[in-house]
């Protein structure tokens, strides 16, 4: 038979068991204190917000991409046409893939209207000011003109191509979109002084006043459009900017009579 502990064993047991939930529960404050310490101390796990697809890695690289892209477009216009170049081939030109370009531009018409505000409009102002500087001076103006369209020209070469594509072609896209945003108001202001110029005999009365930036044109940013089949020209592959503006103007202000050579 199994032996029942007397009153005197069951009594000494019961300090045993006391103790050992005593010192259990004294325990428990002291890891429950050492994992809150531990909390206050331990840096905060860093949140990592997800990146959409084709976002820029950092804002510093931002305004890069962008210039990258508006560069891209350009060179593609220039080279085959604005209706014939997609967003993915500006993007694949600057090294970018079709998400990073749909992060900066949704359509090609937004894409249109950012370079004729941050590109275009700049330099078609610039164009405008020789006609500010020098309201008495007909031939320093168009001097000037001539050297600032070599200028432009040299200093961003996609501007001749795309000009004769899209500017002075029939049916140009960006010369639509440019009228469209600016109207004709710098080209009246430019005719009204040719005429006035003329009425008071500082330029040649046998011109039409509507083709002499046309004709400006046509004496810089041709020649300079064409430049690049020249290289294998021993005659022509010389010449350059300088030149170029200098026959302009001489040819513009003197004819092709004999005239005085500065």
Same mark, same amino acid.
């Given at each position: 038979?199994? #032996?029942?502990?007397?009153?005197?064993?069951?009594?000494?047991?019961?300090?045993? $068991?006391?103790?050992?939930?005593?010192?259990?529960?004294?325990?428990?404050?002291?890891? $429950?204190?050492?994992?809150?310490?531990?909390?206050? /101390?331990?840096?905060?796990?860093?949140?990592?917000?997800?990146?959409?697809?084709?976002? &820029?890695?950092?804002?510093?690289?931002? &305004?890069?991409?962008?210039?990258?892209?508006?560069?891209?477009?350009?060179?593609?216009?220039?080279?085959?046409?604005?209706?014939? /170049? /997609?967003?993915?081939?500006?993007?694949?030109?600057?090294?970018?893939?079709?998400?990073?370009?749909?992060?900066?531009?949704?359509?090609?018409?937004?894409?249109?209207?950012?370079?004729?505000?941050?590109?275009?409009?700049?330099?078609?102002?610039?164009?405008?000011?020789?006609?500010?500087?020098?309201?008495?001076?007909?031939?320093?103006?168009?001097?000037?003109?001539?050297?600032?369209?070599?200028?432009?020209? @040299?200093?961003?070469?996609?501007?001749? $191509?795309?000009?004769?594509?899209?500017?002075?072609?029939?049916?140009?896209?960006?010369?639509? #979109?440019?009228?469209?945003?600016?109207?004709?108001?710098?080209?009246?202001?430019?005719? @009204? $002084?040719?005429?006035?110029?003329?009425?008071?005999?500082?330029?040649?009365?046998?011109?039409?006043?509507?083709?002499?930036?046309?004709?400006?044109?046509?004496?810089?940013?041709? &020649?300079?459009?064409?430049?690049?089949?020249?290289?294998?020209?021993?005659?022509?592959?010389?010449?350059?900017?300088?030149?170029?503006?200098?026959?302009?103007?001489?040819?513009?202000?003197?004819?092709?009579?004999?005239?005085?050579?500065?």
């Amino acid at each position: 038979m199994a #032996r029942i502990p007397s009153e005197e064993q069951e009594v000494k047991r019961v300090p045993r $068991s006391t103790a050992a939930v005593k010192a259990r529960k004294l325990s428990k404050p002291a890891a $429950s204190a050492a994992v809150s310490e531990s909390a206050k /101390t331990a840096p905060a796990p860093a949140s990592a917000s997800p990146r959409r697809p084709g976002r &820029p890695s950092g804002s510093a690289r931002g &305004p890069e991409q962008r210039s990258r892209l508006l560069d891209a477009a350009l060179a593609l216009f220039a080279r085959q046409g604005i209706v014939d /170049t /997609t967003l993915g081939e500006i993007a694949r030109e600057a090294g970018f893939t079709p998400a990073m370009m749909h992060y900066y531009f949704k359509t090609r018409d937004q894409l249109l209207d950012v370079l004729i505000d941050e590109r275009f409009g700049p330099l078609r102002a610039a164009l405008g000011v020789p006609f500010q500087e020098n309201p008495d001076d007909p031939v320093a103006a168009i001097t000037q003109l001539a050297q600032r369209l070599v200028q432009v020209a @040299s200093d961003h070469p996609w501007f001749p $191509s795309l000009w004769v594509r899209e500017v002075i072609s029939d049916g140009g896209l960006l010369r639509q #979109r440019m009228h469209e945003r600016f109207g004709d108001t710098h080209q009246k202001a430019s005719l @009204s $002084s040719i005429a006035r110029w003329q009425k008071e005999g500082r330029l040649n009365a046998g011109l039409e006043p509507s083709l002499v930036f046309v004709t400006l044109l046509g004496l810089t940013i041709l &020649p300079l459009a064409t430049s690049k089949l020249w290289r294998n020209d021993p005659v022509r592959r010389n010449i350059g900017g300088k030149e170029i503006a200098r026959h302009a103007v001489a040819l513009l202000v003197q004819g092709i009579g004999p005239g005085k050579a500065d």
